[in-house]
């Protein structure tokens, strides 16, 4: 059987692959239809949307990540969730259809009901197969899921594109999203190997509704959070005002579930094994974090800078207003990094109560902010949720350190020389672009700006972070396999260099160890058992540099403390 490492590692790669497969080709589609569509053609599906992704939240989560986190995969237990899914999607349906699309209709018209009932059967779509999709996730098999969701994601595209080409307006969208969830759900039927039966157990329900209560509230409050100043966005402003939001907002999505959402589903798995220890799991929290801001810091910022240019280039120029959109947004680069974590290091540490409280706190922010904000457009609704996200952090990062020991100023400080440099980068990059770039075409400056923004970024790193630069390279150097890392010599160089007395020498001990150290943790942060020779070699190297005197590697003493905690 291959180890829980190999899983992890194999998920986490396939779950990226998918995110870019998926992105780069939902952004192709993205762009052809926001470019034949009208924007109040687009806010009409947009607006539809967002009643659609509320509601089926309820049938996407909850249940389903708990039959994830049981010890075993119970049969009964899952059928039981299925049915529990089929029914509630059915009464969902019911009242989008029977309630609000008419209700709706009264204000936008008779085209927009009509698309919000359409859309509506995407949830029991859904539904049907959310099951096999949590059997997938449990087992690892986040190849079948990925291969999968790349193939329908596509088939999808090809039909929205080519429906919008020959006129179809508004239902080349819902056409679209009908195939790409149908299609889907049809192959997770095939792959996963689970078949229903009609036996239901109330017993099994309230067992499933115990776990997946407070963390389904929580899951709701984060969608609300996200889609209810879109709501209001799209009822007080209108289709054409929602559209230039949506194209901003989803933009910021795109590149959120590029580079946060594979580390975030992969993390899930891996934190949950690390609940009975709290220090692990902070330091596991910490380490996400800190790779995480390594790579999302400087896009996000990075964006922000170049979006007036990018997104009128790209989208074409009736989507001027939303580049705004998109460089507002796009500023919340720290609270995005550090809050996608929360959530999965609260769970795993048995606080779904914290977990719920800070998507309270988040969703009520939200829409207060929305709210006040809401004359001034989309622009000031876009710039509020950000100043709402970094007030919120401190409180945010509390209930983390409730959860996992990690004080605040050391949440952020792991991230800070990222998110300093990104930031300096996109002020660099901004300045360029308005003063020295502004008689060059539109597509040469964005070429110009990307280049430049990452020579930048690289360069204040290696100028004011290179301890921070020494990590992510020992982060990233762990996570080849053992043929492909020096990692398999690194415990005969300590061993043979134990007694020798050179300053040179005791250096390359220090550098060996951190690195065989942080080997270590990863394996601990999956869950794998190290093995006892690797512990002896790292107590001999921590002997030898307390002997001589030099300061113990950060990931070797966190090794140490492992191992104290442990005796």
Partial sequence: MASLKAKFVSSSLWSIIAAVINNLSTLVVFIALARLLTPFEFGIVAFATVFIDLSRILVVAGIPDALIQRQTWDREVANTAFWFNIILSIFIIAILSILVAPLIGIFHGSEFSRVLVALSFLIFIEAISTVHVAKLRRDFRHKELARRGIASNFISGVVGVILAVLGWGVWAMVASRIVGVGGTSIMLWMSSGFRPNLNFSYHHLRSLWKFSGSLLGSQILNQSSAQVPSLLVGGYLGSIAIAQYRIGWRSLGLLTSLVIMPMQSAAVSALSRLSHDRTMLGDAYLRLTRVCAFVSCPVFFGIAAIAPDFVPLVFGPQWKDASYVLVCLSLNAGPLTLGYFEAPVMNAAGRSDLTFTNSLVGTLGNIIAAAVALPLGPLGVAFALTVRSHVTLPYALGLVQKATGVRRWRAVRNVLPAYLCAAAMAAIVSLLRLFLLDEVSAFIRLLIAIGAGLLVYVALLLIFAQHFIRLMLVELISLLPEKFSRFGVVKTYIASLETSSNSDTV????????????????????????????????????????????????????????????A
Avoid: C, F, W
Avoid at 527 to 552: C, F, M, P
């Fill in 507 to 566: 250096v390359r001990i220090s550098e060996m160890a951190e690195l065989l150290a942080n080997r270590v943790l990863n394996e601990q942060l999956v869950g794998i058992n190290t093995l006892d020779s690797d512990l002896a070699v790292l107590l001999r190297a921590s002997k030898l540099l307390q002997d001589y005197k030099v300061e113990l590697p950060p990931n070797l003493t966190e090794v140490l403390r492992s191992i104290n905690s442990h």
